[in-house]
């Protein structure tokens, strides 16, 4: 019951937001579905004409549905080079062609041998036949590869967020990243019950076509065309600038503040899209122009864009000075100055078994090597500043490492699935759940400094950006962390958050 609750209060918190990811979610869905249709059914009637050909053909799209979603859904970002609806929409329609190809030339090859010549022998043209005699009788199994594939798409369609294309997908990630089952719930819920409305009008429309014409089928697919163009038609103004920003909280806090200081003191339009999922999502929508402008951590920029390691003992302003002039000479961007807070890689286990034994430093971990299960997300476990490292520098390979998503692994950590993780210092976790940083007595981790990442072109068009610099230096570990657990335990808008904070620290009133 509290459960429901929760969800309830959420969805009354969140209604704007929810019907927002839901159109988004609807014209996504029926705008794959529309193009899958278009492609497998002519496919399917024309290898029914051409069946010498059709199994190869039918079986090459049955590998691509095999290809698992999110590998998918990453080869259409490099392939279209862009991020956002367009590669999502690719992706989910490859994903739902072979139901629909093989049951319209598995509908149109059924049809009674004996009906065809009957048709023929009444001076019926192949086209006209086809119209009026095969494609009737094979509606219930065309239609049955339709719904197959509308569910498919709506369930599928929910790992889009990953890649910023909206849905309902942000509920489900946002509540992931949280450990928040009524996010996720909020979510989940709608998707399937739109999965199964889609199903209910698709079955209504099979059991009114069947074996009489194909006018319910046409005005279905006209109706779905209105909504999946809708977007064609409706006018609204561009903005001048779109600010990006990492999953979690803390990334969109920060875009937030960079908005309300641009729209604060220029003539300039903004808006913040968060949640790309990964470091190289962020970057690739940075270098297509999806966005303009994102948040980097200074040691990120080293270590997975610049693939260089800072010297031992590196300052932070040197740090910074190295990434800032690496990322304009290899990729022609603007660096522009970090925040004051350190955000930077963390070992954390629980409290009491680091109490229980004797663990201060990451290097104390040499003798459990074989005994403890290490809980590290899929980023840290590649980076040269993460695992890697950690096996280069202290020398400790762990007999037991589990990869998971960034926010399933505090939750790993608490109930003792694992016994430590990788964290970020001004995590809201490392309070609530009263996990103890291990100290890097080795010095892997450089600093982590949020600072401003943009192209030269973007500067060079609105040189007023420069006024993002007066955030340069703001922003203790502390107040990070407070407005971090604000957003992710107290559930904050994170845009009133970082307006907050800039009003209650004088930017502007």
């Known amino acids: 019951m509290g459960t429901i609750q929760a969800v309830a209060d959420l969805f009354q918190n969140r209604q704007n937001m929810f019907w927002t990811l839901l159109w988004e979610h609807i014209h996504m869905s029926l705008l794959a579905l529309l193009c899958a249709i278009f492609i497998s059914v002519p496919l399917g009637i024309y290898l029914s004409r051409k069946k010498r050909i059709a199994e190869p053909i039918i079986g090459a799209a049955a590998v691509l549905q095999t290809i698992p979603s999110l590998a998918l859904l990453g080869f259409m970002i490099l392939l279209l080079n862009e991020i956002g609806t367009l590669p999502a929409v690719v992706a989910l329609s490859v994903y739902a062609l072979l139901p629909i190809l093989r049951n319209t030339y598995t509908g149109i090859n059924e049809v009674d041998p004996a009906i065809k010549e009957a048709a023929t022998g009444m001076g019926m043209s192949s086209f006209r036949r086809l119209r009026k005699v095969e494609l009737p009788m094979a509606i219930p199994v065309i239609m049955a590869g339709i719904r197959t594939s509308m569910v498919l798409i709506v369930g599928t369609a929910t790992l889009a967020a990953l890649i ?144 260089e390691t800072p010297e031992s003992g ?29 955000n930077t890689y963390a070992i954390a286990m629980r409290e009491q078994q680091a109490d229980e034994l004797g663990i201060e430093t990451i290097s104390d971990l040499g003798p459990y090597t074989d005994e403890l299960t290490a ?20 020398g400790l390979t762990f007999e037991n490492v589990e990869t ?14 694992v016994d430590f993780i990788d964290a970020y210092f001004t995590d809201a976790d490392m309070v609530e759940y009263n996990l103890r940083v291990l100290e890097d ?49 107290n559930d904050a808008d994170p845009s009133k958050v970082a307006r907050e904070y800039l009003t209650d620290n004088g930017f502007f009133d």
Do not use: C, W
């Open 375 to 394: 809980g590290f997300t899929f980023e840290f476990a590649d980076r040269e500043d993460g695992y890697p490292g950690i096996q280069d520098v202290y």
């Open 441 to 489: 007595d080795k010095n892997l981790f450089p600093p982590y400094q949020g600072a401003p990442l943009m192209k030269q072109e973007t500067m060079e068009a609105y040189p007023q950006l420069e006024i993002l610099n007066q955030l340069g230096g703001e922003i203790s570990n502390e107040e990070m962390q407070q407005m971090n657990y604000m957003v992710d335990y």
């Open 164 to 307: 910023s294309a909206g849905g309902l997908g942000d509920f489900i990630m946002t509540g992931i990243d949280r450990a928040d089952n009524a996010y996720i719930l909020l979510g989940a819920i709608p998707a399937a019950l739109l999965a199964l409305f889609f199903d209910f009008v698709l079955r209504i429309t099979e059991k009114t076509s069947q074996g009489k014409a194909l006018t319910p089928v046409a005005s279905v697919l006209i109706a779905a065309l209105l909504v999946a163009a809708a977007p064609l038609f409706t006018f609204s103004q561009k903005p001048d600038l779109v600010i990006g920003g990492k999953l979690g909280a803390e990334p969109e806090i920060i875009a937030n503040m960079y908005k309300h200081v641009i729209e604060e003191e220029t003539n300039l339009q903004v808006v913040v899209e968060s949640g790309f999922g990964s470091t190289d999502a962020a970057f690739n929508a940075l270098s297509v122009d999806e966005i303009d402008i994102y948040p980097e951590f200074t040691g990120t920029a080293m270590a997975a864009l610049l693939e």
């Open 314 to 342: 590196s300052t932070e302003e040197e740090v910074y000075q190295q990434a800032k002039k690496g990322m304009a000479e290899e990729y022609g961007m603007v660096y522009l100055e970090p925040m004051q807070f350190n």
């Open 404 to 417: 998971m998503d960034s926010g399933l692994r505090t939750r790993a950590v608490e109930t003792g699935q």
